[in-house]
Structures are given as structure tokens and as C-alpha cells.
């Protein structure tokens, strides 16, 4: 079967795609976070679909995206305060987990009682969802573990024809996944994975304290909490070896110098002697270098080099996201 072709943001594409997710098939859609593999989140053949285009272990749960409020009263319990986070940051990159509905098939949530729910603010999706008038299952449209995609090439790179659908609707605005925080936990608000909105937003909507970590440890075979928990996720074919921020590269190893790419968050003003040296951002700025991580770290992964060797940003503002995906892409199976 030849690679797909991309749909473009056109009516008559978006029609067809809105077509496709009704009919039980599966298309990958962008939105402002990465590219999703989405399916109708109602149906549970076609969520099937996604597990296995993907190699997705079932544990793993998926996050469900709406067009607007009225579709998540249909999936979940709203509790109070979620209007207030839905008026700061829907629609946008912030996933809440809610106690779900039985309308809700188990196969999207691992079996747990809770949901994960987000508003896209990217306009393809949007219009997708109401062109379809459902909702979507859409995990990152790449295979299980890997780099997530933040352009639709990237998508038909990793997927080939497993993704026979792809829309092309452009870079992915800001390169990381969502913002997930509980709200079924029985202690408060919880911050499950950092994302661009940071916890300091979410605590100034609240007015309350965001408690940090997952409510409780999970080994990485059991169901998890929320999409992106298991302390192995992201990763490239490559090893990923993390330096604090503004320490120098470490060179001498198992590989040659030659082998090794050297990343950092901002361009620096000296070349590393015998390595090549490739830059995040040009005046380490956390949210372009967010926007571009994932790009690099796949064109770095096709280059061929066997070591990555990268900067972490500083832990603020959306550097914490940042730094949560690169340790788990550098994490040891």
C-alpha cells in the first residue's frame, strides 16, 4: 500500500475526515500540542484501531477531546471548579481527569473510573469535531515510546500506512503534549504531567494549592492514572544522555566524538571540539525550544548519530514540561 497522502484544512477534506471517524476509521489530526491518531472515543472497534495502528499497551489510557462543554457533561462528572479552568484555558492544552460515565467504553480509560478530557483550540481538530458532532480518542499519531509528531510528515514517517488518513493543518504550536491535572482525587487538584500550562497558572485560576505527582506510585504494567506516566515514553532509537543546564558535553565514552550530536537550549557561542553541536532555541527561550525538542530529536534519530547528548532547560515555566519529556526519553527501559 503506497503512504498516504495529506487531507488539507478545506471543507471538503475536513468533511471527508469528519465521514472517515464516523465510520469507525482512524485519522490523524493536528492540534496545538502534536499530532493525534483520532477515532470516534464512543466507538470501542475503532479506539481499537489506534491501539494497535500505534502498538499501544492497553493500560495506557487516552485522552478524549471535545468541541465544547455541553460533550463533557456527556462523558464525566463536572465538579466546580472545572468551569473555572475551562474559562482560563479551554480551548486549549489542558487535559482534566474526571470521574468518567458508563457512555465512556472502558477500552479508552484502561478500565479506570476516570476520563481524561481536552478542549483543542487548534482549528482543524475543532472543525473535525463539529463537522462529526462526536468525540475524539486522539493519542500522539506515532508508535508507542517514540518521538511524538509536531508536523504531519512526521506522522507518515513513523506510521507509514497504519496512519491511511493524515490532515495536514502545519507545525504544532507549542511541541509538547498537554497539561494533565486530576480532579477526582480525593486530596485536591493534582498535577499528573506538566505541560504548558504550567502548575503556577493552574493554582492562580484555583486560588488552591496543586498537589505534584501522581496520586499514587504505578509500576509501568499496571493501568495508568493518565497518557504519558510511564517512565520510559518519547524516546528516539538513540541513547538520550541529559547534562544540568550550562554544564559542558561529556565526550569521552562508548562512542566517538563524531557519533555524538551535542544539543543545547540556546545556540552557543562556542562549537564543541569534534562533535557537532545543534540548538534548541536562539536565546533559550523554554517555549521555542519546547516547540522544536521534538522535531530535533527525530531529524537527530534519522541522522544516524548513537548518543544525544542534552542540555535541560531551566526548571520554570514550561521548562518543567520540557525536562519531564527529555528524562523520560533518556530513561532506561
Known sequence: MPLPEFLKDTDLDLALAAKLLRGGEIVALPTETVYGLAADAL???????????????????????VADLESVE??????????????AFWPGPLTVVL????????????GLPTVAVRMPAHPVIRKVLWKMGGVLAAPSANPF????????????????????????????????????????DSAGPRLLRPGPVSREQLEAVLGCPVLA?????????????????????????????LREAGAPPRLE??????????????????????????????????ATAARNVFALLRRLDGAGFAEL????????????????RLRRAAARA
Open 43 to 65: 466507538n470501542a472497534e475503532a479506539v481499537a484501531k489506534i491501539f494497535a495502528a500505534k502498538g499501544r499497551p492497553l493500560i495506557d489510557p487516552l485522552i478524549v477531546h
Open 74 to 87: 456527556k462523558l464525566a462528572g463536572a465538579p466546580p471548579m472545572l468551569s473555572r479552568l475551562a474559562e
Open 99 to 110: 470521574e468518567k460515565k458508563e457512555i465512556v467504553p472502558g477500552l479508552v480509560t484502561a
Open 145 to 184: 515510546g517514540y518521538i511524538s509528531p509536531t508536523e504531519a510528515r512526521h506522522v507518515r514517517d513513523s506510521l507509514g500506512e497504519k496512519a491511511p488518513w493524515i490532515v495536514d493543518g502545519g507545525p504544532c504550536l507549542h511541541g509538547l503534549e498537554s497539561t494533565i491535572l486530576h480532579l477526582a
Open 213 to 241: 505527582g501522581g496520586a499514587k506510585e504505578k509500576a509501568d504494567g499496571e493501568a495508568q492514572t493518565a497518557p504519558g506516566m510511564l517512565t520510559k515514553h518519547y524516546s528516539p532509537r538513540a541513547a538520550v544522555v
Open 253 to 286: 565514552g562508548k562512542f566517538s566524538a563524531k557519533e555524538i550530536a551535542v544539543v543545547w537550549q540556546r545556540r552557543p557561542a562556542e562549537k564543541t571540539p569534534g562533535a557537532e553541536d545543534f540548538w534548541l532555541s536562539e536565546d533559550g527561550d523554554p
Open 309 to 324: 547528548q542534552v542540555e535541560l532547560a531551566e526548571e520554570r515555566g514550561v521548562g518543567v514540561a520540557l525536562n519531564d
